[in-house]
């Protein structure tokens, strides 16, 4: 069902009006509107935090291509999310500086203490443990991760523990784990 038969058919957008309107204004920047796709894609995660079924099928009909199109591209990027992110989310940065100086070591105290493995979220939601598919130009204070877009750096010794605390603390699991 294309969006002029939804619309007619009276059917619930997933998406807001005022998101519709600012992506129908952003694939219509494009020669080609398939071209619109990842930054319709963007707008709409913007609104929703994560890309369901239903979302990613009014976009791909706002857009014109198939819903299985749209789909590929929304598993083949990583920034695009198909399901829901933790209130707080950790991005742990593993390329080769922070590899090299214990990012591997970072994720794995990082997942034992949330009880998670990364890419989950903890069951209440709380945080979301990613491994960062892409350097955060922090490379001379590694390791290093991302917190709700706030670098957090040299995580060794006591910054690490300290901050191993917070994470826990922010999960609601402090004093449960060592």
Known sequence: ??????????SASPLSAAVEERIRAEVGRYPQRRTGLLPALKIAQEETHFLPPPVIARVA?????SHASAN???TFYSMLRTKP????????????PCALRGADELLGLLAAALEIEPGDTTPNGAV?????????GAC?????CVVNDEYRENLRGKALEAFLAEVE??????GQTS
């Not at 069902?1 to 009276?10: K, L």
């Open 140 to 144: 001379n204070r590694a390791p290093m």
């Open 1 to 10: 069902m294309n969006v002029q038969d939804q619309e007619a058919a009276g």
């Open 169 to 174: 603390t922010a999960a609601g699991l402090e």
């Open 128 to 136: 979301t443990l990613l491994r960062s598919h892409e350097c955060f």
């Open 72 to 74: 590929e591209l929304v």
């Open 61 to 65: 009909d706002m857009v014109g291509v």
């Open 85 to 96: 992110l933790g209130t707080t989310v950790v991005e742990v940065c593993a390329q080769l």
